[in-house]
């Protein structure tokens, strides 16, 4: 049964994975808020593992949630759900519309699918910020320097233009410092 | 082993020796893939393989996948298809799975906890941070911008997919509409100042 739904819910998000992992989380955390796969904080450290592998984020995330749900199994099943849409689409593509990228159809779509993939990572940060009690009012010592750790990410992010993978490894090494 | 199954076989090694470095995203694969596919095998030119990457962004999937599944077809049909689409994937599978199976048998360390503490408040940095380099993309009108602001809210009470469908047709009637009376509508950023041509862009997005 567990197995169905994540087959179902990862092959129906591979025809609709545009613009990268990230855009995809809300569709993962409503399917694991739907069947109870796990919390949103397992959730988080889910991508975030998937984050610091090699791959894509999408099939390591599909990897990680399947292996959670349901052992190895679990894991073959979100595989194989989530890159059969790729191998049936590039297949119908590659042998009918060879020049898809310069179609106006298409263009007319991505005009709007665009800025609506941007909202849904800009959901997935929200969700995701107050699962993890990012916001909060409360002044102790941890919220602080979560705060803290949140705006060095980023900074390390936009400005220094460090690899995502460094600075997740980094603040893992931060979090040991301060919270162990 | 046939001529044709030779082939097939090394689709599938040639994906899967360069697989593992695509870490954090596939545009990390594109110089070994001209190495491997132009250079070496000859089995394709350098345009064929940029115009296939082009192609591939606009298919949903990570990039990477769907780079290796396309080149793999025009090689060699749906079996090469399906040898670059497996060759890509089982090396980061395997790594992935293994790692997922450790963290699980020392889920419960307090040392691990302690920067997991950390760690989740960072990833929510770098998808602000992926948010932040689509947006430069995907925002550069009023329109495209109205579209952002309202999906955000929207996501609250519809699901996901139905918000990426409705995105698609609200993208598709409005340009539809503009054009009909008569607006120049620019359908993205010129290509001098897209930033989807720098590489850091696609780490950002993770795709």
């Known amino acids: 049964m567990v197995l169905l739904q994540l087959f179902q819910t ?55 949630i399947g292996y959670t749900a349901a052992g190895i199994s679990g894991a073959f099943v979100s595989t194989f759900a989530i890159l059969f849409p790729s191998l049936i689409l ?43 009690n990012l916001v909060s009012i409360n002044l102790s010592f941890r919220s602080i320097s979560l705060v803290i750790i949140f705006g060095l990410s980023l900074f390390a992010l936009l400005k220094l233009r460090w690899n995502p993978v460094y600075v997740l490894l980094l603040s893992g090494l931060v979090g040991v410092t301060l919270y162990s | 082993m046939t001529v044709e199954w030779k082939l097939v076989w090394r689709i599938f090694w040639t994906f899967f020796k360069i697989s593992p470095v695509t870490f954090g995203g596939g545009f990390a694969m594109i110089p070994l893939i001209i190495k491997e596919i132009v250079e070496k095998r000859k089995w394709l030119t350098t345009e064929e393989i940029t115009d296939v ?15 290796a599944t396309f080149i793999g077809h025009k090689i060699g049909g749906i079996r090469g298809a399906f040898a670059a689409m497996i060759g890509v994937s089982l090396p980061t ?7 997922g199976i450790s963290y699980f048998y020392i889920d419960d360390n307090p040392k691990l906890e302690a920067a997991f503490v950390s760690i989740r408040v960072t990833i929510v940095a770098i998808i602000v941070y992926a948010a932040i380099k689509i947006a430069k993309t995907a925002i550069f009108d009023k329109t495209t911008f109205f579209i952002m602001a309202a999906g955000v809210p929207a996501l609250f009470f519809i699901h996901p997919i139905v918000a990426i469908l409705l995105g698609a047709i609200t993208g598709y009637i409005i340009v539809s509409i503009k054009t009909k009376l008569g607006y120049m509508i620019e359908m993205k950023k010129s290509k001098e100042e897209d930033p989807a041509n720098d590489p850091e862009y696609y780490m950002g997005a993770g795709i």
């Open chain 2, 53 to 67: 990457i082009a192609l591939s962004q606009t298919v949903p999937g990570a990039v990477a996948v769907n780079s």
């Open chain 1, 90 to 132: 590039v297949i119908c593509v590659a042998g009918f519309f060879v020049r898809l990228h310069h179609n106006p159809v298409v263009e007319k779509m991505f005009y709007g699918l665009k800025p609506l993939v941007t909202s849904l990572i800009i959901f997935a940060a929200i969700k995701f910020a107050l699962a993890n």
């Open chain 1, 10 to 64: 990862f092959f129906i998000m591979g025809f609709v994975s545009f613009g990268g992992g990230y855009a995809m989380i809300p569709i993962i955390e409503s399917a694991i808020t739907k069947y109870g796969w796990m919390s949103s904080e397992q959730l988080t450290n889910i991508i975030a593992i998937a984050g610091m592998s090699p791959g894509p984020i999408a099939a390591n995330s599909a990897i990680l």
């Open chain 2, 93 to 99: 599978f395997l790594i992935v799975l293994s790692l």
